[in-house]
């Protein structure tokens, strides 16, 4: 039995260092990246391959992330602290059709995208040290035809030429009639690094099918001015940010309005068929929100 009720004092402010564990891991890898360049005899590499070290920092802490996190807890009758990641097997059982699966990194939730009302799942996942992960995870998990992974960034000058480059025909109605391509979009820890989201969302809105949905479980700014929020999770959130927070975490950023986004993407279009959309944990750094946001069918 799971609660969202705000857990006691000492434990509110013990989990405002929840994101250190996570930051202290980012940089070591960075850290140890950058010493592995240097010693290769790439002394100007920090430097001159910020962007290359940063890539390949990010895949190996995602990585040993993925690898060293707990599984959900065991199902009990005392009233627990909701975990985010329960959030995610029910939200996820409801894909279906052609799938856009944004940031796949290594596919932790590939397991829950084995339903057969799912034709065919594309992965866009900029982050190539991942790939070989992901890879193995498709094939693991019997989704080895299924699964295709785009070297991309989700923003949809890069992941329509990527979708092409599958040669499957997925964007062919979409190029000869501007229809729709995806019956679901899933958005799973990934909103929080997509640059300009606010116009990525739009574009990718109009890359939902009539009827589509967009399958949210994301890390939101602090709702401090809400009842829900808390000033100092919002603080905390800001002062992450200036420690390197989104340098070191692949340009991950804590304070994001994921939500109006989301929200605004179906704006010029007369707005969402409907959206569901709950707020998790606003006493914390890492605040969330989940649900589902569906497209009018016309
Ligand atoms: C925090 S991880 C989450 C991975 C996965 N969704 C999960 O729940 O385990 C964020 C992922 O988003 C990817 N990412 C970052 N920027 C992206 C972009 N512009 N388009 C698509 N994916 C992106 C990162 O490479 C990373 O794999």
Redesign the pocket.
Known sequence: MSSDAPPPLHERVLGLFEPTLLLVMAISHYIQVCIEAIKRGEILAPITQTAKLRDEA??RF?IAF?TSRPGPPPPTNEPTQIQPSSL?PPLLKTASGIVL?????????MPLLKSPAIRAIYG????TG?HKALHSKAVAEGLGTKYHILP????PSELLPALDATDTGVTDSHKANGDGIFDTI?????L????ELDR?MRELYALLRPGGKVLV?EHVVNPWRTAKGSMAARIAQGVYQILGWSFF????CLDRDVEGALRGAADGDGGWESVAIERWMGWSALPHISGVLIKKSK
């Open positions: 990010f895949a995602w993925t995610i699966d944004i940031g796949p990194g290594t596919g932790s939730q866009a996942e900029p982050c991942l991309c960034s989700v923003a899933i958005c799973v820890r990934v929080c690094s997509v640059p990525t479980m975490i692949g340009d991950c």
